[in-house]
């Protein structure tokens, strides 16, 4: 099993930046393919960014390309989202993801509780 733990988020103003940070345990983090995911109030959840075991690809929703980065450090057992150039439709609950296989997917096996970001002016 997987235990995941998300924390960063906050409230920043349009153009702002904010990173996020999801500790996992349970499981070694290098087997696992990790993403995160958003849900804002009365939409569906959405696929943000993944990354995959060692690191090397990375992928990203078109709506954040280019403002958002993945990353992980397996040495600390921590995926990270740099989110940069933040607008009002960002504003969601982020959750991250682990999944032993699914790189690019809804289906991914275990979330953590999900932290929340706002973007208001």
């Known amino acids: 099993q997987v235990q995941l733990v998300e924390s960063g988020g906050g409230a920043v103003q349009p153009g702002g930046s904010l990173r996020l940070s999801c500790a996992a345990s349970?499981?070694?983090?290098?087997?696992?393919?990790m993403a995160w995911f958003r849900q804002a109030p009365g939409k569906e959840r959405e696929s943000v960014a993944s990354?995959?075991?060692?690191?090397?690809?990375?992928y990203y929703a078109d709506s954040v390309k280019g403002r958002f980065t993945i990353s992980r450090d397996n040495a600390n057992n921590t995926v990270y989202l740099q989110m940069d150039r933040l607008e009002p439709d960002d504003t969601a609950i982020y959750y991250c993801?682990?999944?032993?296989?699914?790189?690019?997917?809804?289906?991914?096996?275990?979330w953590g509780q999900g932290t929340q970001v706002t973007i208001s002016s």
């Open positions: 349970g499981t070694p983090f290098s087997s696992l393919n």
């Open positions: 990354i995959t075991r060692n690191g090397r690809e990375t």
């Open positions: 993801g682990a999944d032993s296989w699914r790189v690019w997917s809804l289906l991914y096996d275990w």
